[in-house]
């Protein structure tokens, strides 16, 4: 199974940003322990900060790939086209947010993502993304 985890802006700061509410753990180091979690799904992990870089990985990777975990960050509430970019590819997507953005300011309440998405998991920290693997791992039983 080959699943990939396309991550948005401010993302790669996550163990130095915020820790209240985004935790102490760096990406890079998570990532390693989901690849030694899951030795049978074959990741890739992109992260940037601009927003039409992850419509160009949302195509590259909607139609190689098993499965797209998105954490579309703060292009969550203002990203029409990353949105219009989930309905156009094939490969299933979940969208993670490792805070509970409904908990937030109001302007994070709206999604461009949700309803394009198969599903969403918010709050539930780094853990979100590991619940979106055994998902990607049930449906494909």
């Not at 820790?19 to 390693?32: A, E, K």
């Not at 979690?37 to 870089?53: D, L, M």
């Not at 947010?97 to 908990?103: C, E, G, L, T, Y």
């Amino acid at each position: 199974m080959k699943l990939i985890i396309i991550n948005g802006p401010n993302l790669n700061l996550l163990g130095k940003r915020e820790p209240g509410v985004y935790g102490n753990q760096d990406f890079n180091s998570f990532y390693l322990e989901l690849q030694e979690k899951y030795p049978a799904v074959q990741f890739e992990y992109f992260q940037s900060n601009i927003e039409g870089e992850i419509v160009d990985a949302l195509q590259k990777y909607g139609f190689e790939s098993d499965g797209i975990i998105l954490n579309p960050a703060a292009y969550t509430h203002t990203s029409v086209a990353i949105g219009d970019a989930i309905a156009a590819i094939k490969t299933p997507v979940i969208e993670v947010h490792i805070s509970n953005v409904h908990a937030r300011e109001p302007f994070r309440h709206l999604s461009h993502v949700s309803g394009k998405s198969i599903g969403s998991i918010i709050g539930m920290g780094l853990n979100g993304y590991v619940l979106a693997i055994e998902h990607f791992l049930y449906l494909n039983k």
